[in-house]
């Protein structure tokens, strides 16, 4: 009896979502209603059921928002909320997963055998010539996948870091994975973007510290963090056209108020690690010392001579911070963006003083070796 409730229950929205749409043609047709975003607004996409139930007027839909008015911001809403009554999971790239989770959809993308290798063989030759630590951090879709849509596409990051750990040895190998999935009830990830809070580069840092073979570790109390913001919409769901801005970013209060200066690419120099002007910008997560530089030197209040150089993405900026109290200079290189030649730099860096690391996301860093063939 309960399932036959159901059953009438979702035929009910779907035909109260049939007749709305169907009232929003004919009423746009008639001139009813009209765009007020363009004087020649484009056709409205064709209704019939097919089109609805194969999911292309949706499809359609998405390419005529970006003109019309009645697809603004409530109407927008109404069609996603629409969409994902009726199973809908991946929008503009994104896959929406459970607890509201986005992940970047890898439906058509495949990691081929010669971008592994090739990453395989740079991080051996990091290892071996640098003596360079490696630490890739797993994504979300790793440590969450039970959060992923069913039959989403996906990349076995477990094999591959098994694959890092034997090419550069236990003894230079940071086992984030472990690490990761001791706390994956946490919210370790943004759920909005595709990048570790703070929390999870909390538990990182000691995770570092263990390997790197520092006295002792810098604390740092998780019941003083700081509330940055509670608005937080990250990229994916700027992506999407979604209404998601509830997630939080906190800071540590060590972190904070540091007597730093950070050099980025040779030309603007800024005090302090957090960047306050991103939050509201495309990607709030360059908060975390800023984005697209291909450069960035960091001169802490350190007494001590010791240099780090780290390879890195967005994740480790979020890092940095914890790790700045152990060295006077920490050069940060992102692979994204740097145009220098990285061999000769990171040979120039080379003393007894200098210590080298790779701290960046699997899938990233991955994917640097993609080359279309």
């Known amino acids: 009896m309960e399932d036959k409730k159901n059953d009438l229950f979702t035929i009910g929205i779907i035909a109260v979502i049939l007749l709305t749409f169907a009232v929003m043609d004919l009423l746009f047709q008639a001139g009813l209603i009209h765009s007020a975003g363009t004087k020649t607004p484009d056709p409205l996409p064709m209704f019939t059921a097919r089109s609805f139930l194969n999911g292309k007027y949706f499809e359609d839909y998405d390419a005529y928002s ?50 592994i290798a090739d990453s395989l ?50 003894d230079r190998y940071v086992d984030l994975l472990q690490t990761l999935n001791e706390h994956k009830a946490e919210e370790i990830y ?31 109390d998780l019941d003083r963090k700081i509330l940055v913001t509670n608005h937080f919409a990250g990229p994916f769901v700027k ?60 001169r802490t209040e350190s007494q001590r001579k010791n240099v780090l150089v780290v390879i890195g993405d967005l994740n480790a900026n979020v890092m940095i911070p914890l790790m700045a109290p152990h060295y006077s200079t920490i050069l940060l290189i992102n692979p994204n963006y740097y145009q220098g030649d990285l061999w000769g730099f990171l040979a120039e860096q080379k003393g007894e003083e200098t210590e080298y690391l790779v701290l960046q996301g699997v899938l990233d860093f991955v994917e640097l070796f993609d080359v279309k063939e």
């Open 190 to 220: 943004y759920r909005t973007a595709p990048y570790w809070t703070s929390l999870a580069a909390y538990y990182g840092y000691y995770a570092w510290w263990e390997k790197s073979g520092k006295l002792f570790p810098y604390y740092y």
């Open 121 to 170: 063989d740079f991080l051996e030759k990091l290892a071996a010539d640098f003596d360079a630590k490696i630490m890739l951090i797993p994504t979300a879709d790793e440590i969450w996948k039970d959060r992923l849509p069913a039959y989403a596409a996906y990349f076995d990051q477990e094999e591959y870091l098994d694959s890092v750990r034997e090419r550069v040895g236990e």
């Open 66 to 115: 970006v003109k019309s008015f009645y697809k603004g911001p409530q109407w927008s809403k109404l069609v996603r909320g629409t969409e994902i009554i009726l199973g809908k999971r991946e929008f503009q790239g994104i896959l929406l997963g459970k607890k509201n989770t986005y992940f970047e959809s890898r439906s058509g993308k495949k990691t081929g055998e010669t971008a």
């Open 239 to 298: 992506r999407t056209g979604m209404d998601d801005r509830g997630e939080e970013m906190f800071i540590l209060k060590e972190t904070e108020g540091k007597q730093v200066t950070v050099c980025y690419d040779d030309r603007v120099t800024i005090e302090g690690y957090y960047r306050p002007e991103y939050l509201d910008a495309q990607n709030p997560c360059g908060y975390y010392l800023g984005d697209e530089f291909g450069l960035a030197n960091i």
